[in-house]
């Protein structure tokens, strides 16, 4: 449900959506597979937590930015999840603005990377 929405947020915005996963495995090898700027990655997955997800995608793929998209925003959850590489936060229940606000801004870090 999650990803129907936001996908359908991101339709006509300046984002492509490449692939989507309904687990924490299956999301490690559709980035392993695409090589996607920014995932959005809900900590919540079955098989492997997203923040498990996370800390592999890291290790594969540093330089892809992973935002994190929780209903839990309690400070272990935060603090583990940047801990472990996260660029941003999406916390839910969300919006268009929210989401694409926290896609600006990790944007604007890959923007600012690149020479």
Do not use: H, W
């Not at 695409?34 to 995608?57: H, Q």
């Amino acid at each position: 449900m999650m990803r129907s929405i936001l996908r359908a947020m991101l339709r006509g915005e300046e984002y492509d959506v490449v692939g989507e996963a309904r687990n924490g495995q299956a999301a490690i090898d559709v980035v392993d597979r695409m090589k996607p700027d920014i995932v959005c990655m809900d900590v919540m997955m079955p098989e492997k937590s997203g923040i498990e997800a996370l800390c592999e995608i890291k290790v594969a793929n540093p330089d892809t930015e992973v935002v994190m998209v929780t209903s839990n925003s309690d400070p272990e959850t935060v603090q583990e999840s940047i801990m472990n590489g996260a660029s941003g936060f999406i916390i839910k229940p969300f919006n268009a603005a929210r989401v694409l606000d926290a896609l600006e801004k990790v944007s604007n870090r890959i923007r600012q990377a690149k020479p």
